[in-house]
């Protein structure tokens, strides 16, 4: 079993920019797959980054070039920072991990981007 606890979300202005967390548990987190979700009202949860466990990584075409994600396999984390942030980037963040055919979620982070 596999817990995820996301951290770094709230409220944050057009143009600005925040860095959620997810520690994870587990002794082989260096063998997981981490990827952050979204979901905002009324749509599904969708893709927004993935890090595989040798540090490749994919992004959602909306978030490309301003959404970074990265891993520390010492503080088995993973973080997405997220820079020029947008209206429509409001949603649950959720972070997941993947390793041998299952699938885990943490409890999500709320990012609220308004003036």
């Known amino acids: 079993q596999v817990q995820l606890v996301e951290s770094g979300g709230g409220l944050v202005q057009p143009g600005g920019s925040l860095r959620l967390s997810c520690a994870a548990s587990?002794?082989?987190?260096?063998?997981?797959?981490m990827a952050w979700y979204r979901q905002a009202p009324g749509k599904q949860r969708e893709l927004v980054a993935r890090?595989?466990?040798?540090?490749?990584?994919n992004y959602a075409d909306s978030v490309k070039g301003r959404f970074t994600i990265s891993r520390d396999n010492a503080k088995n984390t993973v973080y997405l920072q997220m820079n020029s942030l947008k209206p429509e980037d409001t949603a649950v963040y959720y972070c997941?991990?993947?390793?041998?055919?299952?699938?885990?979620w943490g409890q999500g982070t709320q990012v609220t981007v308004s003036s």
């Open positions: 997941n991990a993947a390793f041998e055919g299952n699938g885990y």
């Open positions: 587990g002794r082989v987190f260096s063998l997981y797959s």
């Open positions: 890090i595989t466990w040798s540090g490749s990584t």
